[in-house]
């Protein structure tokens, strides 16, 4: 019996692994179609058509997985508050993604979990230690590294990304102002919904007659962008934080990948070394934490 069990846990652990990769796969994928379309439509369409044509979708996989229940939030304000954050990195990002390659706006967004660690610190008085705090430092020199002020190469442009972390990790923090009785699944629904929704009232403004030809890469990036992040969510499910939270960091090699395919467009080694250093502090902090509520 013990053994059973010990090889059913070592098969979620490598389902859960082998999703998480994947579904970084698939929102990786989606940054790209979205970067694609950032030449014929203003970010906030593409936000809206990606949401209004995935809602369907994540309306049915909420009643599959949660059911009826799943509908009912027990606190409609977290979700609005976190649908306007979700709809501002969703802008920030795709923004820099029309000025920036793939792969340097991905590793910049990266400084996330940095950003997560110093709000949680400073903030929400949660105890982080000075390991914790070396890592963020090291991280954000990282991110000094990529960005390169005051050099020849610089763009101001590439404070986006920086942007898009900030407001991403707020709105990761913001999931625990959602009622505790609220699933996984009412949260996805919600932020999909209320991204619709909100980026829908701009349409007035913002809208583009859709060519027939990205008819299907607006269909592509709403369902690519809706299994990535149901494979995300059910590899944490199905695998310890401490073993899934690092492989988020995969999409850098598949923004490489589609970078250098799409648009024949490969960093320079001085992104690289910033994006060690950046990877390396957010794996760092990871485990740290993990071993800090063990």
């Not at 970067?35 to 369907?56: E, H």
């Not at 990304?161 to 009622?179: K, S």
């Not at 369902?223 to 988020?248: N, Y």
Request: aromatic share 12%.
């Amino acid at each position: 019996m013990q053994i059973s069990f010990h090889k059913q846990q070592q098969y979620s652990v490598t389902s859960g692994v082998l999703m998480m990769c994947a579904g970084i796969a698939l929102l990786t994928t989606n940054d790209a179609i979205a970067k694609a379309l950032t030449d014929r439509y203003s970010p906030l369409q593409i936000i809206f058509l990606r949401n209004i044509i995935a809602l369907p979708v994540a309306l049915a996989i909420t009643l599959k997985m949660g059911g009826r229940s799943a509908l009912r939030s027990y606190r409609p304000s977290a979700h609005l508050f976190r649908g306007m954050l979700w709809i501002g990195a969703a802008l920030l990002f795709i923004t820099s993604m029309k000025y920036l390659g793939l792969a340097e706006a991905t590793t910049l967004v990266f400084a996330a979990p940095l950003i997560i660690t110093a709000i949680s610190a400073i903030f929400l008085g949660e105890y982080v230690g000075w390991r914790r705090w070396s890592a963020v430092i090291a991280g954000f020199i990282g991110v000094v590294v990529v960005v390169r002020p005051g050099s020849a190469t610089f763009q101001l442009v590439s404070l986006l990304p920086i942007a898009t972390a900030f407001v991403y990790a707020m709105l990761m923090v913001g999931a625990r102002w959602v009622d505790p009785r609220d699933s996984v699944w009412t949260l996805m629904l919600y932020l999909t919904g209320i991204g619709a929704l909100l980026s829908g009232l701009t349409m007035p403004f913002a809208w583009t007659a859709v060519q027939v030809d990205d008819l299907w890469l607006f269909i592509g990036i709403a369902v690519v962008g809706t299994a990535g992040v149901t494979m995300v969510t059910q590899a944490f499910r199905l695998a310890p934080a401490v073993v899934i939270a690092p492989l988020e960091y995969t999409a850098l090699l598949w923004a490489v990948a589609l970078g250098w395919l799409i648009w024949s467009d490969v960093p320079d080694f001085v992104t690289f070394l910033g994006a060690a250093i950046i990877i390396s502090s957010g794996v760092f902090i990871v485990f740290r934490e993990q071993k800090t509520k063990a």
